[in-house]
């Protein structure tokens, strides 16, 4: 049930029974080895697998974040934090104007938590509008699973090493998390990352993964009962 | 050669041969019976199309435009001209730090038009930049397609008709063009606009919408060349 | 009937029997051997003439439009994308809290052609306004006269050499087009386009331009009637 | 020495010998029964007067201003402080990068003071730039003619009542100075300032505006000189 | 009764018998031999006193004001017109829908006047809002206070020398008001102003200092009446 | 050393041995029964006493942060999020250009952490400059006392009742948190939340304020070494 697939008398049937909408907002940047689109990529699997069950919408996913201190890692393409407030406002404004009410915005990236500020502005503004919020990776059904197996979530390590994300071999073994000297500007962030990744294993049992991913799902639909 | 499929390595190669990027700007908006992301997927099939030939890189796209003429229809999401405005700069002036200089931008969507403006902008600013836009329904190689088989192009008629933008089944013969009463508010035009197309048939044989397509690959393989 | 031969009692007794307005939006560039204010000239001489046949205001020119890719030639003064929207909604709102409801811009310039995004979201906005947008040279009659006396309209060419315009000498003959390669900033464009004329005859008969500028006041008279 | 007079190579052999530019910052408001453009056409005659001696060239005026205490008068066309300030800088950067240095800004009404911080701002960041302010009617030149013939000077009253922005019969006599509770809406301010005046006599002896006029004219030479 | 030392449900209790605010708008910057947020500790030093007169509400101060041309002296913190205008803006709105209605915005600093042209736009905006403006060293009732002791009064001077702004020894006798050319860059204004007072004797008498201070209390209760 | 109680000399003195300024951003919301500027209060005190160690300077607090969702809390005055960007960038801008190189960020309100997006985006621009952000509430030595002490930290409870923040008796015991279904608007929050209070114990022993906030301290000095 994504707006690719429908035409604008499909909404317009769906709004008839239904007012919620889920939203993927994401961003382009490196994550080490795998997809520069991975904070796409998983929070829009999440919306679609919940979708499959609900048939709430799934609306085209914002493809760009806030990544300013990645820049200097080819392929991060980073946007303002005003420029993601302003574009995720439009959008909501846009769906609420013909009758969405329930909004579900599934976050993909850390620097995009500003938009949170702008959603409590909307909120203000908008009679009857229902916000939620879901950044997957700090729920805390994710830090359950990473615990029960031993593992540190952390960027581009096996937390976020989907087989949908992966587009190239992943190294074995852990990596030692850097120290970071504060708030670094880009040219830093790519000496003290190095491949990009952040410290712990690079990968998790394919077992592991799916439980992650069914565990973040029953947040998903959770919170698309908006009680 | 899409962002999604390749992580930072990836791109880091890559710029060391080639310095070329694809930008899709599109539009999130009815398209009467066809899909509501027909502005997106039209100017990607030609962006993969070429990236297929050439292997310049595709960045992701920008799924939403401007369009707040059509926000009376359901599943019209618009985005302010400022917003979009910013969104583009944003994602060149990323790209351009890190050693991209060629963009061509494929848009698909006739509103986003004020981008250009912004373009001339950024090339005032970037030294050795290169821009390049694409609003493939405006080239002369459409026109010649389309009156080579006696077809008028118009908003969602048979211009946009490809197998992967329609969703619905499309209806037989042709519509009246709507008389318009000016620059027009989004309830207006609902009411104008009726199911959305602005007139002409609402399908193509299959071979015309072949030619078309190869006809618009062929320029944007021609852009692409920077000459 | 213009804004500097008025005060405000009298805009009061116009807007007891008429709310149109007429706002002239130009630019301040380069225009080859022409004034630098042709585009303002142009759609302000169509205004002074449709108000003296129909007595509707003519609200002060907006002297500056978005021209940065003339920016090398000295004397365009182009201001940004942004700063013209924001120039053109509030005179509108201006005038509409004050009874205006009917406005039509005459612009002058293409590269102002983004004001009409913002003027969308306006008439979303602003109950019971009606906006007319009219940009005399890509009118059909323009084509029409154009193409009777096998002339071919462009930018600082016969199109726009009126006696009201011309400043200087214009040279006999024609110019051959340039070859434009892509999307220039303001340094490759003063390069390309030297005098700055886009090409084609400098100047045409006198009747010509009569024939021209009665064809465009027709269309402006027409719009007049917001019929 | 107006623009509009001028082509693109007039300019540019100006600026071989002269990088002095006159900008005029004016207001469409009400001016009682004065002209809505008083603010525009005075500080434009002082600089055609100045520009008639030292051929300094004037920019196209501004021809709206901050006024929104105004908006209850009809034909008072306001705009956002922010978007005057853009305006004025993007006037000023477009001439500065051509060559001119040297800007003397002539402004027409109170309400645009917030132009100034806006100078300051870019005066910081362009090198070598020379920015003067002139707002005429604080002049204390302008003080010493009214006191000399015993006449208060305020909003609309003989101190604009030149000639050249009379559109109207003056009324005889003196207008008492209304109460002025604080900072008014448009709404109040129209009830309070009636006919739109601030108080004093509606016109003068003609020779006292000549005597006017040709003080603020020295001032402007003055400035004009850049010492 | 400073915000400080107040909490929600005192400033609830408040609302049930009073609708007034009293908003402290500053700067920081370089005063000379005096404190750097002079410009801030003589409002509020007016407010509070008003405040224990009258049980006025006093906002927190905005310690940043507008102070372009005096960033090139160490400490002053200058933020942009457009900065101080929207942080004024929102903390009017926000105690404007909590049920204050009358604010008097206590300015101390010269650069922040552009503050007024945006609280005319609020009043437009916002119902049965009452909004007054001090700027206490443009009353007439200090002119009085210097003309009386025969002191002139200018930037960082003997009459903002009060025993609360300094904060070291004060030079004796008098300075000589440096020559203006014209709106200085940063660099320029702290080569001409040297230590940075403007001219004239550098401290009065602890008599006069109350007696300044006593007549802007006046004014200050006077325009806390509303009436 | 705080910058009220110094001139532009002590600044310029202090800039010829050191470089680092410490910087509170704050807000001005309810905080049940403990005052409005809690959030400036706590930030602060910690500033004045690394600073009585360090001699490091402390820059005037911005009290205001944003809080959009407190807004139906009398007393809460927030900001937009856009408006605290700019906010601390001029600030930071202007401390850069005067030879400031390393900034301490306090922060004291969790809405405000849009703040370090705009941080990066600085850190890109400006070249040596050094950020550090610390947010008192969030730092694993403010878990550790709480811990030790079985102690929940939440807003408004135990953990900001600093004798500096307490204006009122405080209520024995503990507070349930209560139910927070999704993100809310103010009147929901004012709703759910009652006296403000988000749960747990309404005060501690002095003992334990002062080993949280001496863990604070240790934090904050050890960031001041910006090794």
Chains 1, 2, 3, 4, 5, 6 share one sequence.
């Not at 085209?60 to 300013?68: D, E, L, Q, R, T």
């Not at 393409?77 to 329930?102: M, P």
Request: aromatic share 12%; net charge negative.
């Amino acid at each position: 049930m994504r707006f690719e697939d429908l035409n604008w008398l499909d909404v317009d049937s769906y709004l008839q029974q239904d007012d919620r909408l889920i939203l993927v907002v994401g961003a382009c940047e490196q994550h080490a080895y795998l997809s520069l689109l991975t904070d796409v990529k998983i929070p829009l699997a999440l919306a679609e697998a919940a979708s499959q069950k609900t048939h709430v919408l799934v609306a085209p996913p914002i493809n760009f974040g806030v990544s300013p201190y990645f820049l200097a890692y080819p392929g991060t393409l980073s946007v303002r934090v005003t420029t993601l407030l302003d574009l995720v406002e439009d959008i909501i404004r846009s769906a609420y104007q013909q009758g969405f009410r329930k909004f579900l915005i599934l976050n993909g990236h850390g620097g995009n938590d500003a938009v949170r500020g702008r959603l409590y502005e909307i909120a203000n503004q908008l009679t009857g509008i229902r916000l939620a919020w879901y950044a997957w990776w700090t729920a805390h059904s994710v830090e359950q699973v990473a615990q029960k197996h031993c593992l540190k979530p952390s960027h581009a390590n096996w937390l976020e090493a989907f087989p949908f994300t992966t587009v190239a071999e992943l190294p074995e073994g852990e990596k030692n998390p850097p120290f970071i000297p504060g708030l670094m500007d880009a040219q830093q962030a790519r000496q003290v990352y190095g491949d990009g990744q952040f410290g712990g294993a690079y990968q998790a049992d394919e077992a592991v993964m799916h439980e992650l991913f069914a565990a973040c799902l029953q947040d998903v639909l959770k919170l698309l009962e908006f009680a």
